[in-house]
């Protein structure tokens, strides 16, 4: 059985997989999903395919025959209870990991591998694994900003110690068929998505990647992120649109309320910027997902305590009083 809560796959052997059709390419994830620490070796064969998937048991077994004609799945025992080994790269670095969650589901819910399959759409199972290889949450924070990103409008509202207060309004959602996506140049689906859109709105509107928002350095692909815009830092905001009523910024209080986000940043920071990027929905819970959420922990924590200590200093309503005065 799969280890860790998650499984790992060959990006060559997926792609060799898909060039056979939808039911070998969900076949191989799910044999994929029942191997040990070894991520090769399985005794899933077609009844979990059907339990898992839905594909009928013989279809299951036709696509198992047609992955070990292929040389993607060698037989290592056969009959009622068979055995098979999945072709792995030598490389560790052509692994794709990928969260249980894929063939499981979670909650009760249809697993994303089935709704893939389900819309008959190879490029949407194809491009949706592909896009865990190019997911680096813990130095990203989710999809690399150079393929597909959120842009926000800037503006000042006031100076609170020595951090800034800034509005933010969403404008365009942008996204280049780049990487796994750059077969996508130039297509256009019948819903008249475009480029690299082909896959990316299906698979948001399938709730199989999500977008969200951060406080970053500047609003450059590669810029580092300050701290992510979650619940607890949104209501880091909260407190500081209480605290500006009652000390005398009434009329920066009321600016909050204009824009589509608030953030805030050193003053040093002079490009900061608030940035959307997408991620995801599922996780594999590796190391890299631990680092991350260990980073999110720390960078959300550091915000709210910059909160506190800037509603806690009644040097900063002189600066709000200057600078309203100004």
Known sequence: MSHGNFFA????????????????????????????????????????????????????????????????????????????????????????WLPNELIDGAGG?????????????????QKFIELYGAHDIDN??????????QIYSRETICPI???ILYGFESKDTKARAVGSLAALNGEEDAAGNKGAWVVLSPLANLGLIQKVSYMAESDEHDSELIYPVN?????????????LEESG???????IGF?????????HIGKAAMVGLFRMTYRPKTGKTSRWWALEREQTEAMVANVESICRARSNVVDIKAYKGS
């Open 9 to 96: 796959i060959g990006a060559d052997e997926f792609a060799a997989a898909c060039d056979l059709g939808i039911k070998p390419a969900v076949s191989l994830l799910v044999l994929a999903r029942g191997t040990g620490k070894d991520n090769a070796t399985t005794s899933w064969s077609a009844q979990a395919i059907f339990e898992k998937t839905g594909i009928a048991w013989r279809r299951a077994k036709e696509a198992i025959e047609a992955l070990c004609a292929a040389d993607i799945v060698k037989v290592l025992k056969a009959g009622k209870k068979p055995r098979y080994k999945i072709s792995k790269p030598k490389d560790d670095a052509k692994l794709i």
């Open 109 to 125: 819910e249809v697993p994303p591998v089935t709704k893939l399959r389900e819309t008959g759409e190879l490029v949407l199972l």
């Open 140 to 149: 990203d924070g989710g999809l690399p900003r150079s393929l597909a990103w």
């Open 161 to 163: 110690g020595p951090f």
């Open 231 to 243: 619940d607890e830092t949104s209501q880091a905001i909260g407190v500081i649109h209480n605290w």
């Open 249 to 255: 910024g009434e009329g920066f209080a009321r600016q």
């Open 259 to 267: 824009y589509d986000s608030i953030g805030i940043a050193p003053k």
